[in-house]
């Protein structure tokens, strides 16, 4: 809880919600006939409108990114980090505009929301949301908000993603796509790592075929498993290393199985946690729509070829310990848009925080980040 | 750009309005931006180095993290009009291949590097007996970075080996100014040489050695 907020803190924050009636058709086939989006908004758009920036989100994150709800919130956003007055994303110059995805459970239509329909939570029901379904989704929201091109479009790992097929799609609504800790494409060992989460959740007795919510019930230790799971693939062995090491939590070992060393502890509590604030329905869809996400797919998997139209600038960013999407996986993003001539900056950031380390405050990371950042103009 | 350094203003004229260059090694962007502002020239630099990386950025330059040791691999046969290492190919693992590496993805190499066979090189290892040192190499023997150090007449050798033909060259002191004993006797009295190369008409498919 801060006593007072910090002065590079965007302050109190409130969301809104947008309804949107107009049917948006999905990569699956189905038709979500209408859906609300969930939004905060931080900074001021200005009067060309030309400011605008778009922050997409993570596997489990959300539209809170930067600021506090209330003096008593014990935490900031999750990316408080880089969005702020004189933060890497300035609020002082942009406008920032970030929202719950849709399928999401923190306030956008998701399997928790009610089925016009059947006057039921979606559930299982929900239909699978692709990457390329959300930037849709992030477009007309744009179109809400009175912006016709954003500035940048931001994000890391699963975020990083949308923002590369917001540059596909849509290639004269963006000036610039920074992608962070992100893959053109999930490789077998990725998906693998998902598809162990989702069993974890399915094979839940509380699962009940993703109809819990009837049952006034949850997959506690399905979902509480796979984050566990997802925790360890976000950290480095070094990370975990430091930052645990084999410590004990009662300084003995006491020849059972509850929690004894520090790392366990940490595991279990991340899961729990977790659980409290997460659907697992969400859950599910969110590892799909990594899964699926292959823009190359299209194109004769010639990922040169489906960036051959991109217009905007590239700042792409990697970390050196992070083996869930490691360097050379952003690489191969760079070395597309090389073969392209396109306009693209790349920055290796040597850190052993793995995956994680985009959210973190590492002073490097937020140096070349913030250089980025100042060269944008706004109008 | 109004300190810039005389190779790199050298270079400069060397190259052709609104070309395509790839700076290996760019340091802090200053020759890229150089040319984008005044000769309308695209490209890239490379870097490794933190620091420079966030002072390309700042200066609007595209820069890449690359590690020069691994080689070009990420771009494409005559892709750009020139390929540039200033000051660089003295710290490279191994420099033959990556000269061979740079005139496959640029149809012109420039590169620039101290001059081992400076007279005051020679003369600090024939009366002092100790590896020289200079404004030019600053380094001692056991922490420098310069691995592979040579004279002009070093490097022309290896040219000549490589089949790589020398369009152009100049040599500058450690103020990098010209003089007319250096233009009589580069070998001795020049401490930066700047070479403009290209591979020689009929291709080898391997290198002689």
Redo the contacts between chains.
Sequence with gaps: MPDILPPDSVGLVTPQTHKFSTPLALDCGRTLPSYELIYETYGTLNKNHSNAILICHALSSDHHAAGYYSMQDKKPGWWDTCIGPSKPIDTNRFFVVSLNNLGGCQGSTGPKSINPDTGKPYGPDFPIITVRDWVKSQARLGDVLGISQWAAVIGGSLGGMQALQWAIDYPKHLRHCVVIAAAPKLTAQNIAFNEVARQAILSDPEFHAGHYYQHDTVPRRGLMLARMLGHITYLSELGMRKKFGRELREGKINFGFDVEFQVESYLRYQGSSFVDRFDANTYLLMTKALDYFDPASEHNNNLSAALAKVLAQF?IISFTSDWRFSPSRS?QI??AL??N?K????????AHEGHDAFLMPIP?YL??FK??M??IEDE | MMDLRTDLALISEWIAEGS?VLDLGCGDGTLLAHLRDTRSV?G?GLEID?DN??????A?V????TDLNQGLS???DD?FDYVVMTQAIQTIHHPDKLLMEMLRVGRQGIVTFPNVGHWHARVSLFFGGVMPTSRALPSEWYDTENIHLCTLRDFEKLCEELDIEVLQRAVVDKRHHSSWFMRLMPNLFGEIALYRLRSKPVKRIYPKK
């Design positions: 700042l690489r760079v070395k090389l073969y001539t306009n693209v900056s790349y920055a290796e950031i040597k490097h140096r070349i250089s980025y100042q060269q | 395509h695209t890239y933190d990386i966030a002072l390309c950025l700042q609007r595209n820069v890449i993290h990420d771009f494409a892709s």
